[in-house]
């Protein structure tokens, strides 16, 4: 059974950082691209980062180049986020989500969500 459980989520101050995890189970993760979503209150789910199974990343949203990056550790089955420099506005839900082949920053391309992780970032 596939499964994704994201944690690492919380409370943060502007210009703080915090490192969401996606942990995978009933798969080999590293098989397949790993995307991470976002959702604030009152908008669509974004696509924000993706690592393909070959280890390529690709930004979807302009807003957190140079501050967020994407790894794997294949001996977890886990796939990170870190996020640095954060800002009110990446206060959101964060997803993350697997497909079968490349990364795409598309909700409907991705078969497998985990249930979210809350980032609050305020003063």
């Known amino acids: 059974q596939v499964q994704l459980v994201e944690s690492g989520g919380g409370l943060v101050q502007p210009g703080g950082s915090l490192r969401l995890s996606c942990a995978a189970s009933g798969f080999t993760s590293d098989y397949y691209a790993i995307g991470w979503f976002r959702q604030a209150p009152g908008k669509e789910r974004e696509g924000v980062l993706c690592i393909s199974s070959t280890d390529h990343y690709t930004y979807y949203a302009d807003s957190v180049k140079g501050r967020f990056t994407i790894s794997r550790d294949k001996g977890k089955n886990t796939v990170y986020l870190q996020m640095n420099s954060l800002k009110p506005e990446d206060t959101a839900v964060y997803y993350c989500?697997?497909?079968?082949?490349?990364?795409?920053?598309?909700?409907?391309?991705?078969?497998?969500w985990g249930q979210g992780t809350q980032v609050t970032v305020s003063s």
């Open positions: 989500a697997t497909r079968d082949y490349g990364c795409s920053g598309y909700v409907q391309n991705y078969g497998y």
